[in-house]
């Protein structure tokens, strides 16, 4: 069954550096999203990108945060200078259409981020 | 407006028993109601869901309660297993992207 996968398992970085989070989408599916979970919390949407560009965004979403689809399979969430809060679980999610008829979104395993 | 209310926060059933998880919604554009069942270093997965032109929806041992005009919905899950021991979040959407609930913990014991 396919599957979406993201790397790394966990990440640790240093307050202020800049990490990259790798996701591999399902193959045939379009829409792609980034959320997060804070540990013990709710998972929160991040931002949807589809046609090579953002769709919608949260306000979590500011200007440290980027996404981008380097190539045909890869999909990538950069945090430009993290902070001790961006610490929590990544999620990547994938679907064939936003989610007005079918609205499965299939999500990844998850990357920790642990900012120290 | 965007919020969707989940409880209880953690939930211990008998094996066998029924586990009953509740979420309410406040934002009336919401047309679409997922539960997302989550293991320990998994992401979520979608377990059922339904749309409010029904009451009701049912898959197996899981069941989607849906009160339209009290703006609640809740999962029903029958005959509880141990296997069925993980973290379950209610969310919805109407034009907005997913809204999760704060999760439930569930503890089926044998």
């Known amino acids: 069954e396919p599957e979406v996968t993201q790397t790394p398992s966990h990440q640790v970085t240093q307050m202020g550096q800049e990490v990259i989070l790798r996701c591999v989408p399902i193959?045939?599916?379009?829409?792609f999203y980034w959320y997060r979970q804070i540990l013990g919390q709710k998972v929160e949407f991040l931002v949807s990108?589809?046609?090579?560009?953002?769709?919608?965004k949260s306000e979590i979403f500011d200007d440290q945060f980027s996404v981008e689809r380097p190539d045909g399979s890869n999909f990538t969430l950069k945090i430009r200078s993290t902070k001790l809060e961006d610490s929590a679980m990544y999620f990547c999610?994938?679907?064939?259409?936003?989610?007005?008829?079918?609205?499965?979104?299939?999500f990844g395993p998850g990357t920790r981020l642990t900012v120290l | 407006q965007q919020q969707v209310k989940q409880s209880p926060q953690s939930l211990i059933v008998q094996k066998g028993g029924i586990s009953i998880i509740n979420c309410a919604y406040e934002?009336?554009?919401?047309?679409?109601f997922p539960w997302y069942q989550q293991f320990p270093g998994k992401g979520p997965a979608l377990l059922i869901a339904?749309?409010?032109?029904?009451s009701e929806k049912k898959e197996g041992r899981f069941t989607i309660s849906f009160n339209k005009s009290a703006k609640q919905f809740s999962l029903h899950i029958m005959d509880s297993q141990p296997g069925d021991s993980a973290t379950y979040f209610c969310?919805?959407?109407?034009?907005?992207?997913?809204?999760f609930g704060k999760g439930t913990r569930l503890s089926v014991i044998a």
């Open positions: 999610a994938s679907s064939e259409n936003p989610g007005r008829e079918v609205g499965e979104q299939f």
């Open positions: 193959s045939n599916h379009l829409y």
């Open positions: 990108f589809y046609n090579n560009e953002i769709s919608e």
């Open positions: 934002n009336t554009a919401f047309d679409y």
């Open positions: 339904i749309r409010p032109d029904v």
């Open positions: 969310a919805a959407r109407g034009n907005t992207p997913l809204v």
